[in-house]
């Protein structure tokens, strides 16, 4: 059965700073993961899909990275911000009996303070 | 964003009611699906549909049960409603569940029954 697991589970940071967020999983055998990110009482918002052949995608301030080797990915923001408060979702796309269905990770909690 | 609304988006309801939600889409995609999101559990998948018709169980389908008559609508019922099943319900789509299946997420529907 696929695992998924987000460490931090919380993380509070100043203004300006890089973060590193992480994603493992531990059935390699994906076709896709899906970063998201949730405000509190909201839906999610995808924000970058890496499939398996690709190594990372980028948009704006933020990078994915995949190594589906060692079941890994990590999102990097640059510079946080305030707005970037909010709770970040990854999701593995992966075979399970004949279907292609995601496996959730918990997510991780991100404050950015002024 | 992509163009899914869900409904109601608010609903109390008394034990060993039964409740229906409607998640409707007009992006025309293939895959539809229901998840639970509590606390300490992430998102959960509680069926799926690949086609009209075309339906199956996930990860915690147990008294609940589905219908999708249209592309555009996907319909979840609680049969008999039950406490534990006081939840926010996310709709969610993708056009494919390959690599390239990004999901897409509803608002949710917060649902408690007392």
């Known amino acids: 059965k696929q695992e998924v697991t987000q460490i931090p589970a919380a993380l509070s940071v100043p203004e300006g700073e890089n973060l590193v967020l992480n994603c493992s999983f531990t059935d390699s055998a994906i076709y896709n993961l899906q970063w998201f990110r949730q405000d509190p009482g909201k839906g999610l918002t995808s924000l970058l899909l890496?499939?398996?052949?690709?190594r990372e995608q980028t948009s704006g301030r933020l990078n994915a990275s995949l190594d589906k080797s060692s079941g890994r990915s990590t999102l990097y923001i640059a510079a946080s911000q305030p707005g970037d408060s909010a709770t970040y979702l990854c999701?593995?796309?992966?075979?399970?009996?004949?279907?292609?269905?995601?496996?959730f990770g918990r997510g991780t909690s991100l404050i950015v303070h002024p | 964003d992509a163009g899914i609304t869900q409904s109601p988006r608010h609903k109390v309801t008394e034990t060993g009611t039964p409740v229906t939600l409607r998640c409707h889409q007009t992006e025309n995609h293939r895959y539809m699906y229901w998840y639970r999101q509590d606390p300490g559990h992430g998102l959960r998948l509680i069926h799926y549909?690949?086609?009209?018709?075309?339906?199956d169980k996930g990860e915690v389908s147990d008294g609940y049960s589905v219908s999708r008559s249209k592309t555009e609508d996907f319909l979840l019922t609680l049969e008999s409603a039950t406490s534990s099943q006081t939840s926010v319900y996310f709709c969610?789509?993708?056009?494919?569940?390959?690599?390239?299946?990004?999901?897409?997420f509803g608002p949710g529907t917060r649902l408690t029954v007392t």
């Open positions: 969610a789509i993708s056009e494919s569940t390959g690599s390239s299946g990004e999901q897409y």
């Open positions: 549909s690949y086609g009209v018709k075309d339906t």
């Open positions: 999701a593995v796309r992966h075979a399970s009996g004949g279907s292609y269905i995601p496996t």
């Open positions: 890496i499939q398996s052949s690709q």
